[in-house]
């Protein structure tokens, strides 16, 4: 059967501090993969997608960067955290072209 | 872009009550999530649908594509039916992931 993991579930890191934020999903290949943000009073809102190793697409501009270096691997990164970068992450991946969604469990950042 | 819509943002209601959470969207979809947040932030899925209505325990899916709309029914709800109910919707066709709405917080009290 086919699992997502995705670590840690929560992270407090300072203003100018690195971040990376991992997710890996087993038990498919070539999956598509979703990294999302849900800031404070807002829905979840699509950051970046991957279609297949090193193919990243990004919807907003930000200060935050994707990459895919295994077909089952997804990282998101900063180099230099913002307050306004904490909220909740979350992973998430589908079959190509299909609507069915399976989530991580989400991490969530506090930037002090 | 499609826009989502949820209604209400919060509902508190008292255990048994039936509970309605509606959620519109302004673009034609190939399909339609149901999906619940708990406190710690988790996401479990409880309904992907793309017509008609799907029935899992007490909870009941349905949707209207020529009208865009959605509704997820509760019925006897429980204070473990406490959470965030998230709506989502998939356009179809490519890899541009799903949009969402804001989420509708219900609180059940005992």
């Known amino acids: 059967s086919q699992t997502i993991h995705q670590w840690p579930a929560t992270l407090v890191q300072p203003v100018g501090s690195p971040l990376s934020l991992e997710c890996t999903v087993e038990g498919t290949s070539n999956p598509n993969l979703y990294w999302y943000r849900q800031a404070a009073g807002r829905g979840l809102q699509l950051l970046f997608y991957?279609?297949?190793?090193?193919?990243i697409s990004s919807e907003v501009p930000q200060n935050l960067s994707a990459s895919r270096p295994q077909d089952r691997q997804f990282i998101l990164s900063s180099k230099k955290l913002l307050l306004s970068d904490s909220g909740f992450y979350l992973c998430?991946?589908?079959?190509?072209?299909?609507?069915?969604?399976?989530f991580g469990q989400g991490t969530r950042l506090t930037v002090v | 872009k499609n826009e989502v819509e949820q209604s209400p943002q919060n509902l508190t209601a008292q255990e048994g009550e039936f509970i309605t959470i509606n959620c519109s969207y302004s673009v034609g979809i190939s399909a339609l999530h149901w999906l619940q947040q708990h406190p710690g932030g988790g996401i479990v899925s409880l309904f992907m649908?793309?017509?008609g209505k799907k029935k899992h325990g007490r909870l009941i899916a349905t949707i209207n594509i020529q009208e865009k709309h959605s509704s997820l029914h509760i019925t006897a709800s429980h204070p473990r039916d406490s959470a965030v109910y998230i709506c989502?919707?998939?356009?179809?066709?490519?890899?541009?992931?799903?949009?969402f709405g804001k989420g509708t917080h219900l609180i059940i009290q005992p």
């Open positions: 649908l793309s017509s």
């Open positions: 989502a919707v998939y356009p179809g066709g490519g890899a541009d992931g799903l949009t």
């Open positions: 998430a991946w589908s079959r190509q072209h299909k609507a069915e969604a399976f």
């Open positions: 991957s279609v297949g190793i090193g193919q």
